[in-house]
């Protein structure tokens, strides 16, 4: 383990998930096409202050340019300016809407890595509660079940039927 995660307090095993995201991140990345990588960088770029900055010296200079007398003026009903704005707008819209389509993909995917995480853990944990009563029954020691849980939760849960039950 190296110096990092042992000063954070990390255990390997945390360790080794951390690396391994960070690895699924890097493939990820490096496996997306050419059309995708331009769409994530203008959707970064758009998305940061240094746009903010660049627009407002842009937009900025194009109004003063127009308002101001002495300078020449080459739009000076704004149409153009409008005209600009609009096809932008258009073009940052769709990046945007790229960009979504792309972490919605990757969200369903998480989703889809949750889902059987807990369904795992949900199997594991009732093999472990039947082991447990396995073990209590063979020492004789008697398990208070007021409420009937204990029949309940080493029940294995059906993936299929819980489904089911929330489309219902």
Do not use: C
């Amino acid at each position: 383990m190296n110096q990092r995660h042992q000063s954070a307090g990390l255990s390997a095993t945390l360790h080794h998930n951390i690396d391994a995201l960070r690895e699924k991140r890097r493939q990820e990345h490096l496996a997306m096409g050419l059309e995708e990588k331009v769409a994530a960088a203008i959707t970064s770029f758009t998305g940061s202050m240094r746009f903010v900055y660049l627009h407002l010296l842009i937009y900025g200079s194009w109004i003063v340019f127009n308002v101001l007398p002495g300078l020449p003026h080459f739009d000076p009903s704004f149409v153009m300016l409008a005209m600009v704005a609009s096809v932008e707008a258009i073009f940052l819209s769709t990046f945007v809407l790229i960009s979504q389509n792309r972490a919605m993909k990757a969200t369903d995917k998480r989703d889809d890595l949750d889902l059987h995480i807990n369904l795992l853990a949900e199997h594991e944990l009732t093999t472990l509660i039947r082991l447990v009563n396995a073990i209590a029954e063979k020492l004789e020691v008697a398990l208070a079940d007021r409420n009937g849980d204990l029949a309940e939760v080493t029940k294995d849960v059906a993936p299929e039927a819980v489904m089911r039950e929330i489309e219902k």
